[in-house]
Nanobody, 124 residues
Framework: QVQLVESGGGLVQAGGSLRLSCVAS????????MGWFRQAPGKEREFVSA????????RYADSVKGRFTISRDNAKNTVSLQMNSLKPEDTAVYYC?????????????????WGQGTQVTVSS
């Protein structure tokens, strides 16, 4: 059974930074892509970023490109999301997900395990 546990969310002012982390259980972490999604109140869950199994390929939503950076440490079964220049519209619950494939996917059906989410709130 794979478990994903996110941490690092919180309240920050616009222009500030947060770093989200996700620790995964299971021995297949290093052979899976990983992704971050978010869901704001009243909105559908949306893709934020993804990273391939090796970390060699990354993908970002246009809305976060240039501000967010995804990374992974396979030795620690951890994937992180560094979020800079945060905006109020980044406010959402952020979810970590383990990919079905080794390469990145922006589709939620490309992921088979999800964390419980961590709240990010950006005040104006």
């Amino acid at each position: 059974q794979v478990q994903l546990v996110e941490s690092g969310g919180g309240l920050v002012q616009a222009g500030g930074s947060l770093r989200l982390s996700c620790v995964a259980s299971g021995r297949t972490f290093s052979s899976s892509s990983m992704g971050w999604f978010r869901q704001a109140p009243g909105k559908e869950r949306e893709f934020v970023s993804a990273i391939s199994w090796s970390g060699g390929t990354t993908r970002y939503a246009d809305s976060v490109k240039g501000r967010f950076t995804i990374s992974r440490d396979n030795a620690k079964n951890t994937v992180s999301l560094q979020m800079n220049s945060l905006k109020p519209e980044d406010t959402a619950v952020y979810y970590c997900a383990r990919g079905i494939y080794i390469n990145t996917s922006a589709a939620s059906n490309g992921y088979n395990y999800w964390g419980q989410g961590t709240q990010v709130t950006v005040s104006s």
